[in-house]
């Protein structure tokens, strides 16, 4: 089995003007069990430390059974710290973010 994962292009605004986050225009393929690195930054750099970063697989919808039925995600990091209860099960202890790179924007 392999996985593939590609990352788009997004612009946002926000006090600071308008920003892009850039990923990989090309497909990320791993066999299955490989450790991969998927790669993100914002055009232009700065700190990001302070927001949000939420990982989620589009396809996926809240678990009926959740009395709260919220989304979970592959990866959540908010308030300057990873929130692991958010995080889907099959998820636990697979994904981190490179948090020393944050401070550049990436």
């Known amino acids: 089995n392999t996985v593939s994962s590609r990352s788009v292009g997004v612009t946002f605004s926000s006090h600071r003007g308008e920003v892009l986050v850039i990923g990989s225009n090309l497909p990320i393929i791993a066999a299955s ?6 790669p993100c930054h914002l055009k ?3 700190d990001v430390q302070g927001l949000t970063v939420e990982w989620s697989k589009p396809d ?4 009926p059974s959740d009395r709260l039925s919220r989304v979970e995600y592959v990866h959540l990091y908010r308030d ?3 929130v692991p209860d958010m995080k889907m099960a099959s998820y636990f202890r697979r994904t981190e973010l490179f948090m020393d ?3 550049h924007g990436n």
């Open 33 to 38: 069990g490989d450790d991969v690195i998927l």
């Open 101 to 103: 790179a944050m401070k």
């Open 60 to 63: 996926l919808k809240p678990d």
């Open 44 to 46: 232009p750099r700065f």
């Open 80 to 82: 300057r710290q990873e």
